[in-house]
C-alpha cells in the first residue's frame, strides 16, 4: 500500500524567509506526484504535480518540488515566501484512480 | 474556469439518519471521487466512480456508503445510517483522465449528533 509522510506539521517563518516542506512517499510502482495548498476557508488546489520527464517542476504562485527517486522524496520549496502564503500544505501520491494524502503541513508566514 | 461544486456546505444530522451529499463535477471529466477528513486528521479516499460504476472503493466505503451519478451532472455520496465517527469534511473531486489531475470541491462539513 502506498503511504506519504510530511515530517513538519507546523512551520513559521517570517515574510522573505525560504521554504522547504518534506515529503516522502512509499510505493512500488510508478507514482504520480502531487502537492496540494488548501487556504483559509478554501478548498483543496492544486499547485504542482510531476508524472514523469523534468524531476524539477514549477508550479504556480513561485513554488517548485523537486522529485528524487532515490530518496523516494518529492519536496516542495519557494525561495521567498509571503504572507499570503500562509495555508495548509498537502503532498500526495496518486495511483490507481485514487490519491493518498499526507498529514499535511501548516505554514504560517509571518508579516 | 470550471470548478467543482458541493451542496450543502454544511449539514448537521442525527445519528442513524439517512445524509446525502450533492456533488457537481466539471463537466468534460469522465472519473468522480469521494474523499474524507476527520478533524485534525490525514484526507481520506473512499471511493473513484467511472462509467456509472465504482472502479476503486477504500475499507472506510462499506455498506453504509454507495455513490450514484443520479443525472448527466450529479455524483451523491449516500450515506445510510450515520453514525457519530461519520462527522467530517467530505471533499468530491473530479478528473478528465485516471492519471490526470483531482479538481476538489469546497467540500460539505457533516457533523453526526
Known amino acids: 500500500a502506498q503511504s506519504v509522510s510530511q515530517h513538519n506539521h507546523h512551520v513559521i517563518l517570517s515574510e522573505a524567509a525560504s521554504l522547504e516542506l518534506g515529503c516522502n512517499y512509499s510505493y512500488g510502482g510508478t507514482v504520480n506526484l502531487f502537492w496540494y495548498v488548501q487556504y483559509p476557508g478554501q478548498h483543496l488546489q492544486l499547485l504542482l504535480k510531476y508524472f514523469s520527464g523534468d524531476p524539477l517542476v514549477k508550479g504556480i504562485k513561485g513554488f517548485e518540488a523537486e522529485f528524487i527517486k532515490s530518496k523516494f522524496s518529492f519536496n516542495l520549496r519557494k525561495p521567498s515566501v509571503q504572507w499570503s502564503d500562509t495555508a495548509e500544505y498537502f503532498c500526495?501520491?496518486?495511483?490507481?484512480?485514487?490519491?493518498?494524502f499526507g498529514s499535511g503541513t501548516q505554514l504560517t508566514v509571518l508579516p | 474556469e470550471p470548478e467543482v461544486t458541493q451542496t450543502p456546505s454544511h449539514q448537521v444530522t442525527q445519528m442513524g439518519q439517512e445524509v446525502i451529499l450533492r456533488c457537481v463535477p466539471i463537466?468534460?471529466?469522465?472519473?468522480f471521487y469521494w474523499y474524507r477528513q476527520i478533524l485534525g486528521q490525514k484526507v481520506e479516499f473512499l471511493v473513484s466512480f467511472y462509467n456509472n460504476e465504482i472502479s476503486e472503493k477504500s475499507e472506510i466505503f462499506d455498506d453504509q456508503f454507495s455513490v450514484e451519478r443520479p443525472d448527466g451532472s450529479n455524483f451523491t455520496l449516500k450515506i445510510r445510517s450515520t453514525k457519530l465517527e461519520d462527522s467530517a469534511m467530505y471533499f468530491c473531486?473530479?478528473?478528465?483522465?485516471?492519471?490526470?489531475?483531482?479538481?476538489f470541491g469546497p467540500g460539505t462539513r457533516l457533523l453526526v449528533l
Open positions: 473531486a473530479s478528473s478528465e483522465d485516471s492519471r490526470e489531475t483531482q479538481y
Open positions: 463537466s468534460n471529466h469522465l472519473y
Open positions: 500526495a501520491v496518486g495511483s490507481a484512480r485514487q490519491l493518498t
